[in-house]
């Protein structure tokens, strides 16, 4: 979860699955269409764009889907009015989630995630239920073809916190504020990033096993199945070997 190596996984796996469904280009238009409402047209003087639009295009988005939405937020194009939410919650084992989202309709999407929520035993919180578990940081992917002394030399040098192996790659963790200057180094020295992004990370992780980790990957995965949910976020960790035994009962 939150950049977890184990939830980047299982979210890679469904990735393709939305992106049939047409989840994920809902999802990518709509952060095009606020980052440019918010920041304006320009990817040049709009780094919240410039991402968005990167990811758009990392997933063979078409350049007139594109120009589209980032015109209906600038009101070239008329278009729908998104509002960005942070819903908070509580799930199995004590879990905390935050729930990022951006809706066209604040009742129905609030009611929608409350019933997600109580589905999974799990309860829709107030304000504050769960953010002070989370600090906000600037998470990198990269491919292991990137070494460890280049990793040392570029990224940390560049004001990356941390890095750590995550199996098939690299996570690099880096202040809200660092992140940019971090993409900008390794795009000189010509490294591909397989991801990006600005994500709330739990101060502390809750191990889960058994049914109440079963239970927390439900609601975690319908959440993120919600058309108004951008991002989930949850502070619980599940070791391999429980998630090959889920995986396995399944």
């Known amino acids: 979860m939150s950049g977890h190596s184990k939830w980047a996984t ?16 809902t999802k990518l238009i709509k952060e095009i269409t606020v980052a440019a409402r918010m920041g304006g047209g320009d990817p040049g003087g709009n780094p919240r764009l410039r991402k968005a639009i990167s990811d758009a295009k990392g997933q063979a988005m078409p350049g007139e889907t594109i120009k589209r939405a980032t015109q209906r937020g600038t009101g070239e194009l008329e278009g729908t009015s998104y509002d960005e939410i942070t819903y908070e919650g509580t799930g199995p084992g004590g879990t905390l989630f935050l729930v990022e989202s951006m809706t066209d309709n604040r009742n129905r999407t609030v009611a929608e995630i409350r019933k997600i929520f109580e589905k999974n035993n799990g309860i829709l919180g107030a304000a504050g239920t769960a953010g002070w578990a989370f600090e906000r ?4 992917t990269l491919g292991k073809e990137v070494t460890e002394d280049q ?21 690099l963790t880096t202040p809200p504020d660092g992140l940019g200057g971090v993409l900008d180094a ?5 490294i591909k990033v397989k991801s990006s992004s600005l994500a709330s990370v739990p101060k502390i992780k809750k191990a889960l096993a ?3 980790a079963q239970v927390a990957l439900n609601l975690a995965e319908a959440l993120d199945d919600h058309d108004d949910v951008q991002n989930v976020y949850a502070d619980f960790d599940i070791s391999d070997e429980e998630l090959a035994a889920l995986e396995s009962a399944s």
């Open 10 to 25: 299982i979210k890679h796996k469904k990735g393709a699955l939305d992106a049939k469904r047409g989840k994920l280009f």
């Open 137 to 140: 940081k600037g998470l990198v």
């Open 151 to 171: 990793l040392m030399e570029l990224a940390v040098g560049a004001g990356a916190e941390d890095y750590t192996d995550a199996g098939e790659e690299w996570q």
């Open 186 to 190: 390794l795009e000189r020295a010509h």
């Open 210 to 212: 058994g049914r109440d």
